[in-house]
């Protein structure tokens, strides 16, 4: 069974999830983007497609709110720096 965000959790603008990560993760804005990049290509999914962010990093598709991948795997920086 796929991992699906509960309709109750609250979702975030991607910029707001970026500074979230930045303060207290440690990862950088940059970094962040190329992940999120390399997360929909990774997905097959187009530059526009509509996704949900949580505050944790973690990315879920709009639609059915199933689980696409995180902005914090693989650290602070795993040689994206």
Do not use: Q
């Not at 990560?21 to 992940?35: F, P």
């Not at 187009?46 to 199933?66: E, M, Q, S, V």
């Amino acid at each position: 069974m796929e991992e699906t965000l509960p309709l109750h959790v609250a979702t975030h603008p991607i910029e707001y999830v970026y500074r979230h990560l930045e303060k207290y993760h440690g990862v950088a804005t940059h970094i962040a983007s190329n992940r999120l990049h390399r997360i929909k290509e990774d997905n097959g999914l187009p530059a526009n497609f509509n996704l949900l962010f949580h505050k944790t990093g973690n990315i879920y598709r709009a639609g059915d709110r199933t689980y696409v991948g995180s902005l914090t795997s693989g650290g602070k920086t795993e040689g994206e720096g």
